[in-house]
């Protein structure tokens, strides 16, 4: 049997009607959620405010008697963590270029372990290149051609709508 153009329209009108009521469900759930929230969100402020008050009360006790976390460092009450940790460190600097200008000049025979040298192509230099010139190089043009487009031409909910049907088509 042959798919004739009326069949495309019905089954693209079953679609959109299934999606729409998709969307309208998706809309009420978000319509609920903001409901809640403002509902909460007074008291989730005042709560963050005391979890932050506590938390600088502890911090401040912590700090104020070092002594106590020398062995162990760390002890856990009321399931939380508290005492002290070493941190890593996190190196930093202003100017890459005069690093690795440094870096040569005192450490020449580590320069290769110590600085990192990237050649990669260039993406959207090479998009510009024929599909010749493209083989010429190696490079190889993944799914091009033609693909199923069904889009729908409307709004907001659409992207959790999307989201909800990418996630159905991996579970199939």
């Known amino acids: 049997m042959m798919t004739t153009f009326s069949d495309i329209e019905r089954l693209t009108r079953a679609y959109a009607d299934a999606r729409s009521e998709l969307s309208e469900r998706v809309q009420a759930l978000q319509d609920e959620l903001e409901a809640a929230r403002r509902r909460r969100l007074r008291g ?7 979890a932050a008050d506590a938390h600088a009360a502890l911090k401040a006790a912590i700090e104020s008697a070092p002594e106590l976390f020398q062995k162990p ?6 399931g939380i ?5 070493k941190m890593r460190g996190e190196l930093s600097w202003d100017d890459p270029a005069s690093v690795v200008r440094l870096i040569r000049r005192h450490y020449p025979d580590r320069a290769d372990a110590l600085i990192k040298v990237t050649e990669v192509p260039v993406k959207s230099a090479l998009a510009q290149l024929t599909a010749a010139e493209l083989r010429r190089i190696g490079v190889h043009v993944l ?9 729908p031409a409307d709004g907001d909910v659409d992207k959790v ?3 909800l049907l990418r996630d159905a088509e991996a579970d199939a």
């Open 161 to 163: 709508v999307d989201a």
């Open 73 to 78: 460092r760390t002890v856990t009450i009321s």
């Open 81 to 85: 963590v508290v005492g002290y940790r």
């Open 44 to 50: 989730i402020k005042e709560a963050v405010a005391r």
């Open 143 to 151: 799914e091009a051609g033609d693909q199923v487009l069904i889009k």
